[in-house]
């Protein structure tokens, strides 16, 4: 016996519900979408689910576990977290005060997608979840590390769809954006924001 049809719509519907709460995903990859663009923003999304699917192949190993359990480890990847996405958001701010020249799309894209696989990989809630929330989903009497690997991907995607869809929604407020004082009040609006949410993030992930 293995993975039933229902518990895997179910482990879907709750992937879903989790990631359309609030979160430092949601916030940099609408930040991405309305200030950068749609190619920038899916670069970031794609870093996202490398980072996610990474995590989740880390849990499949008992990886995930061993950061739960070491409080030390937690603490280090959670602050970590928090300063990177504060810096992201200093790094806005100082972006938005500056007459920028777009770089070659490749680049710009590589840039957004490497930032988006380190938020995640710097995330220890994303470890919690895989440990925490997954395994009630797998049938102890099946193969638990096919489950594992299957619910991991069902996350990463249903993460990925969400995710596509904010960078989409937002991208399409750029116009808003033409002028160039309004696009320095935005910006900086938006690295305003994304540090609150890195003050959030810290109280949410204290243990």
């Known amino acids: 016996m293995g993975l039933t049809l229902s518990a895997w719509a179910l482990f879907a519907l709750t992937s879903m519900l989790i990631e359309l709460t609030p979160g430092p995903n949601m916030a940099y990859l609408a930040i991405v979408g309305v200030s950068q663009g749609r190619k920038a923003g899916y670069a970031a999304v794609a870093g996202v689910a490398l980072g996610l699917a990474i995590i989740g192949i880390a849990a499949a190993l008992g990886l995930a576990a061993a950061i739960n359990a070491s409080p030390m480890l937690y603490q280090v990847l959670r602050w970590g977290g928090v300063i990177y996405l504060l810096w992201l958001a200093f790094d806005g701010w100082r972006e938005a005060s500056e007459e920028i020249e777009h770089a070659p799309l490749g680049s710009s894209n590589a840039l957004y997608f490497r930032r ?13 979840f895989y440990i925490a929330v997954l395994p009630g989903f797998v049938e102890p009497t099946g193969v638990v590390m096919t489950q594992t690997l299957l619910l991991s ?55």
Do not use: C, Q
């Open 153 to 207: 991907a069902t996350y990463v995607a249903a993460a990925t769809g969400i995710h596509f869809a904010i960078v989409t929604g937002a991208a399409a407020l750029r116009p808003l954006l033409e002028d160039p004082r309004r696009s320095m009040i935005v910006r900086r609006g938006l690295s305003v924001a994304l540090g609150l949410v890195a003050v959030w993030f810290a109280w949410k992930t204290s243990v």
């Open 116 to 128: 988006g696989l380190i938020t995640n990989l710097l995330n220890p809630k994303a470890a919690v």
